[in-house]
């Protein structure tokens, strides 16, 4: 298809991988509750979501919310999602996914926004490490952007990939401004936490399907 070996993908995880809408939706929900806040539908936190997350909940509170607060909400959520991301599992096909562009002789590595010590086992639990050449979750704060983290993930892989032809597949708004910021392309997927009608204004292609998301990363790669 005219690619060589330094196309890259570099894959989100929660809700693009990793099939967590459930787990998220509910332990948004309990978040929620800790201040009184009616619970919200998928199709509303899709609707709603962005990052950095307190501004997600200002969209809710009609302002953002307080350090107590926010901290309060933060520490149920995570709480609330371990309990419950062990009923969760990949998102259909994306196993088969990761070992086809690997065995293709392309490169794939993962971030996400997910705390680095509990996506390592993760990942590791699901049978899938080996088709990345690197992984890294969050280190430091949850709430902020992807894109400086981006930027250190793409230093490690220095010499190994090169940015414009890279490619960032993930589920969120978030995941475009990372991609741009490094100077490599992004591909949304609409099965997590945008809605499509969110992801098109992005000005980037937004597929429905992870299958979708690698021809495009092909394409886009090529």
């Not at 065995?103 to 086992?121: K, N």
């Not at 992807?146 to 190994?160: D, Q």
């Given at each position: 298809?005219?690619?060589?070996?330094?196309?890259?993908?570099?894959?989100?995880w929660?809700?693009?991988?990793?099939?967590d809408?459930?787990?998220i939706?509910g332990?948004?929900?309990?978040?929620?509750?800790?201040?009184g806040?009616?619970?919200?539908?998928?199709?509303q936190?899709r609707?709603?979501?962005?990052?950095?997350?307190?501004?997600?909940?200002?969209?809710l509170?009609?302002?953002l919310?307080?350090?107590?607060?926010?901290?309060?909400m933060?520490?149920?959520?995570?709480?609330?999602?371990?309990?419950?991301?062990?009923?969760?599992?990949l998102?259909?096909?994306?196993?088969?996914?990761?070992?086809?562009?690997?065995?293709?002789?392309?490169?794939?590595?993962?971030?996400?926004?997910?705390?680095?010590?509990?996506?390592?086992?993760?990942?590791?639990?699901?049978?899938?490490?080996a088709?990345?050449?690197?992984v890294d979750?969050?280190?430091?704060?949850?709430?902020?952007?992807?894109?400086?983290?981006?930027?250190?993930?793409l230093?490690a892989?220095?010499?190994?990939?090169e940015?414009?032809?890279?490619?960032?597949?993930?589920?969120a708004?978030?995941?475009?401004?990372?991609?741009?910021?490094?100077?490599?392309?992004a591909?949304l997927y609409?099965?997590?936490?945008h809605?499509?009608?969110?992801?098109?204004?992005?000005?980037?292609?937004?597929?429905?399907?992870?299958?979708?998301?690698?021809?495009?990363?092909?394409?886009?790669?090529?």
């Amino acid at each position: 298809m005219g690619m060589h070996a330094s196309a890259h993908i570099v894959w989100d995880w929660n809700g693009t991988l990793f099939h967590d809408n459930d787990a998220i939706i509910g332990a948004t929900n309990a978040a929620f509750a800790e201040l009184g806040l009616e619970p919200i539908t998928l199709e509303q936190y899709r609707t709603l979501y962005c990052v950095p997350v307190p501004k997600f909940y200002e969209r809710l509170l009609g302002r953002l919310p307080t350090d107590a607060e926010w901290e309060l909400m933060d520490g149920v959520f995570h709480r609330y999602y371990t309990e419950h991301r062990v009923r969760c599992a990949l998102t259909d096909g994306a196993a088969d996914l990761l070992a086809g562009w690997r065995s293709a002789g392309h490169s794939q590595s993962l971030l996400s926004m997910y705390g680095h010590e509990d996506l390592v086992p993760l990942v590791r639990g699901f049978g899938i490490e080996a088709h990345f050449i690197r992984v890294d979750g969050r280190t430091g704060p949850s709430g902020g952007s992807k894109a400086e983290h981006m930027v250190r993930h793409l230093e490690a892989l220095t010499g190994a990939v090169e940015p414009a032809r890279t490619v960032v597949i993930g589920d969120a708004a978030d995941d475009a401004v990372a991609a741009r910021h490094v100077g490599a392309r992004a591909v949304l997927y609409t099965g997590g936490s945008h809605s499509r009608a969110s992801l098109e204004s992005i000005g980037v292609p937004v597929v429905d399907t992870l299958a979708e998301a690698v021809a495009e990363a092909r394409r886009l790669a090529a």
